[in-house]
């Protein structure tokens, strides 16, 4: 079955700690992995795009890595801010699927000051 | 920068009665989608729309639904006989030109309430 699953469910970090967020996933055949950041009550937006032969890709303070062997993607966040404090999502995109992406159930990042 | 917008922002309804979420994707997009989150649940595909049709549907998207752009702006969804269960956040998104790496872009979202 094609899923997404992430870890942690939820974490909060003091404001200008670093943090990791992860991602397994089943989904076959792979196309791409996206990271998504949604703040309460809004849309999501797209952080990063990763394909099969990218293993890392940077925005900004993050940084999100991929190996497709393992079928593993983690998103870093460097220098945390409060505006951080947000869901991040991780999506993939399955190939010869059309546009359907397959959602993670995030990870509800908190920042405290 | 341009953006995808909804409306409206929130909408009640009671059960029975349909209902119809608007979207007004980025003007130069070719692809059109629908998603919805239920309350502390993952963001789940309903639908792509491309040329004026359905290219692709999930499960969730029985015949309750339909989707349709009446002119050259607007992409609307329709529930026909809305269930408590419908309740949850509807998302629009568009992309420009359909490639893999194409960005989607989220619009801000509809909140349905059915009572």
């Known amino acids: 079955k094609n899923q997404v699953e992430q870890s942690p469910q939820s974490l909060i970090i003091l404001e200008g700690k670093n943090c990791t967020l992860q991602?397994?996933?089943?989904?076959?055949?792979?196309?791409?992995l996206r990271w998504y950041k949604q703040d309460t009550g809004r849309g999501p937006v797209s952080l990063t795009i990763?394909?099969?032969?990218?293993n890392t890709k940077s925005n900004g303070r993050y940084t999100a890595t991929l190996d497709a062997d393992t079928k593993q993607s983690s998103l870093h966040i460097t220098a945390s801010q409060l505006s951080d404090s947000a869901s991040y999502i991780c999506?993939?995109?399955?190939?010869?699927?059309?546009?359907?992406?397959?959602f993670g159930g995030g990870t509800r990042l908190m920042v405290k000051p | 920068e341009p953006e995808v917008t909804q409306t409206p922002s929130h909408q009640v309804t009671q059960m029975g009665q349909e209902v119809i979420l608007r979207c007004v994707p980025i003007s130069n997009h070719l692809y059109f989608y629908w998603y919805r989150q239920i309350l502390g649940q993952k963001v789940e595909f309903l639908v792509s729309f491309y040329n004026n049709e359905i290219s692709e549907k999930s499960e969730i998207f029985d015949d309750q639904f339909s989707v349709e752009r009446p002119d050259g702006s607007n992409f609307t969804l329709k529930i026909r006989s809305t269930k408590l269960e419908d309740s949850a956040m509807y998302f629009c998104?568009?992309?420009?030109?359909?490639?893999?790496?194409?960005?989607?872009?989220f619009g801000p979202g509809t909140r349905l309430t059915v009572l």
């Open positions: 991602c397994n996933y089943t989904v076959s055949p792979f196309s791409n």
């Open positions: 998104a568009s992309i420009y030109r359909g490639l893999s790496t194409d960005t989607q872009y």
């Open positions: 990763m394909t099969f032969s990218e």
């Open positions: 999506v993939v995109r399955r190939d010869n699927a059309g546009n359907m992406l397959t």
